[in-house]
């Protein structure tokens, strides 16, 4: 299984982002997926969690900012980051589960100035 992430780059605070995640390979059909991400200094935590029912969970700090949907043929992802802010600086990496597995992208950096 890979996943590919694309659409990272910089932005200034108020600004959007969104991101892309295509994942391929020996998949059973459509898999729950997430955005981690992980700043500087600081541990990798979960941003966003879609299943493969669509059913959608975000941190609190983005809720609101923040909206994850997919397109389930083929498996891809999408982050939307409207109104970002200088903490949301971070790398992001996309993240799929198959068979109790865990398989992440090689994240693409985000970057927000104030």
């Known amino acids: 299984v890979q996943l590919v992430e694309s659409g990272g780059g910089s932005v200034q605070a108020g600004g959007s982002l969104r991101l892309s995640c295509a994942a391929s390979g020996s998949l059973p059909g459509i898999i729950p997926m997430d955005w981690y991400r992980q700043a500087p200094g600081k541990q990798r935590e979960l941003v966003a969690r879609i299943t493969s029912g669509g059913i959608t969970n975000y941190i609190d700090s983005v809720k609101g900012r923040f909206t994850i949907s997919r397109d389930n043929a083929p498996n891809t992802v999408y982050l939307q980051m409207n109104s970002l802010k200088p903490e949301d600086t971070a790398v992001y990496y996309c993240?799929?589960?198959?068979?109790?597995?865990?398989?992440w992208g090689k994240g693409t950096l985000v970057t927000v100035s104030s």
């Open positions: 993240h799929g589960a198959v068979c109790n597995l865990d398989y």
